[in-house]
């Protein structure tokens, strides 16, 4: 089943509530009330049978219990609509006017059944009226009119019939009536204030319950099944999948760059985002289907049945997901925002051999994974390949936790040199001294470092290791020392403090530190991103723009940071001598940058041709296999000292 927002359970009370639990408590006495009224009536007339007219015992007789067979066929259709919460308003009126009547049979006895010249037949009939009064008021006080109206029509009358006897004895009697009927008056309110309070009490404790259900088993903020319930309800589809021999499809979905959007327009706008991200999802999977929140900006969605065979069932799973995910590309408006936001979608198809809710859930997840390595906004079908790169980027993960414990990283540095072969400046490169594979470069550990959070400790240790190298180059304090920053370095809110901090603890001259950012850092957030670098530039600390040329944004862009230098991005170089495109580019963005006063590094250069075409086109500052490769502090101090 399609479940994509659920209503919560209203706080209050509503009066239709109340009236309903009022009409199914007095007609559920309606079959004992009813046999009292029959008893008492008939001892009552057999009592009164030589006092009184037979005429008016028969004709008040049958009138009281007509009145009942009439109440009975009520009881008897109200049972037939069964335990409806809402009862229609028509059912409480005819609680009302039958409770009236009744009194007002047992009022009619009050005139009808007087015994005038015995005052036993008199005692004994208010004894009886008295009675009724009582006894109704245990059921008809929920409905206070209806205990009122009964007690008053059914006291008046036989009080008026004492009173008008007029000796002391009757007025005895009257008084005695009178303190009767105000104290069962009484009672009555009594009893219906705690009736009240009780059903008020019973609600509460009903809203109580129902609350820790939801919350236990549904998202807070979307209404939508939770990963317990979503899980459940997969174990039950999985087992009929197999026993019916059908395919369906499991959908597990994440939001590309939402925590950006988070961090930077607050709370409350991604929380209506996610609202809003629910609406657009549901709007796109059919009513069989069931949608879930499995946390934080990922939601899974389950399609029971797409089909008979694998074929038709992959093809159906990727025009749904397809559909889906193409619906994002209208933006989000959410107060002032207009917010792009793009997911990736990765999809398994069920059952698998001896594969459990738990197996797909995670399978699904690995397609998703898939999806974002390779670029996100985009759909991935699971295959045992992906296990595969899962199960590698776990071994990775675990083993960068493991060499952040025993310190297993090192800086490798080169250099960066100008057209006179004289060192200007240095970057900072990190290798990764794996106990089985040996020495690693980033390119191998890097998207799972940065998928998994933990290049931010890493970054911040390369950072302070840079530092503390820097602190070592006294030999010239005109050189540079170039550190390269992730995405979630940069984005990181304590960013700013952790490097005041390394350049207080180290004590270097913070105009020679340069920390190398990418075009897509820049762009992800604009105006987060001056803001950071202008705080950066308050520090004294350098700004380079990395892997500059790759398509991101244009120079002219550049004018709104403070940035120092950008690096023409390895791709463009490596075969400029033979690639007139590449040419182009490289020189307008030479001729662009100098125009902007920015310096400019050309990355990779590996032969005396390229860095030939180079200096023909200007550019003055190269880095390298050509003039030097990476290696150790020791060896890099070797060839400039």
Known sequence: MNQPLRESPSEEIKLTDIKSAQVRTIFSAIPASLVTILINSTILSAILWQEIDHTNIVAWFLATNSLSLFRWFLYRQFRKMGGRD??????????????????????????????????????????????????????????????????????????????????????????????????????????????????????????????????????????????????????????????????????????????????????????????????????????????????????????????????????????????????????????????????????????????????????????????????????????????????????????????????????????????????????????????????????????????????VPIGDWMIRSACEHLGKMDFDSNLDLSVNISPRQFRNPEFIDKITQILHQTGVDPARLKLEITESMLIDNIDQSAGVINQLKQLGVKISVDNFGTGYSSLASLARFSVDEIKIDQSLIRDITNSPDNAVIVETILVTAQHLKLDTIAEGVETRADMGFLMQINCNKFQGSYFAKPDTFEIFLSLVV
């Not at 009767?180 to 009893?191: G, H, P």
């Not at 409350?268 to 657009?280: A, C, F, K, M, T």
């Open 86 to 455: 809402e009862i229609d308003a028509i059912w409480y009126q005819l609680a009302l006017v039958t409770s009236a009547l009744s009194g007002a049979t047992w009022g009619a006895a009050g005139v009808w059944l007087f015994a005038e010249h015995s005052i036993a037949h008199q005692v004994f009939l208010i004894f009886v009226v008295g009675g009724m009064a009582a006894g109704a008021i245990a059921t008809l006080s929920v409905i206070l009119r209806a205990a009122q109206a009964f007690v008053l029509l059914a006291v008046i009358p036989i009080l008026v019939q004492v009173i008008l006897i007029n000796n002391q004895i009757s007025i005895a009697m009257a008084i005695m009536v009178i303190l009767f009927t105000a104290r069962i008056l009484y009672s009555a309110n009594i009893l219906h204030n705690t009736f009240i309070e009780s059903l008020v009490n019973a609600h509460e404790r009903d809203l109580a319950e129902e609350r820790i259900r939801s919350q236990a088993l549904y998202d807070e903020l979307t209404k939508l099944p939770n990963r317990r319930l979503f899980l459940a309800s997969l174990d039950q589809e999985l087992a009929r999948a197999i026993r019916h021999k059908r395919v369906g499809a499991l959908f597990f979905i994440d939001l590309d760059r939402f925590k950006q959007i988070n961090d930077s327009l607050g709370r409350s706008i991604g929380d209506e985002l996610l609202v809003q991200v629910v609406d657009r999802i549901c709007s796109r999977i059919r009513q069989e289907d069931t949608a879930a929140r499995f946390g934080g900006d990922k939601f899974v969605v389950l399609l029971p049945e797409i089909g008979r065979n694998i074929k038709v069932s992959s093809e159906q799973a990727h025009k749904i997901a397809n559909e889906i995910r193409t619906s994002f590309e209208l933006p989000f408006k959410i107060q002032e925002h207009e917010i792009h936001l793009t997911i990736s979608i990765g999809v398994v198809l069920f059952p698998l051999e001896q594969e459990g809710s738990a197996d797909l859930v995670q399978y699904a997840d690995t397609a998703m994974f898939e999806a974002k390595r390779e670029g996100r906004d985009a759909v991935r079908l699971y295959s045992e390949e992906m296990r595969d790169t899962k199960e590698h980027h776990r071994a990775i993960e675990k083993g960068l936790r493991k060499a952040l414990e025993l310190n297993e990283f090192e800086l490798y540095f080169q250099p960066q040199f100008d057209s006179s072969n004289q060192v200007t400046g240095i970057e900072a490169l990190l290798r990764w001294h794996h106990p089985d594979r040996g020495l690693l470069s980033p390119e191998i550990f890097y998207e799972t470092a940065e998928q998994t959070g933990l290049i």
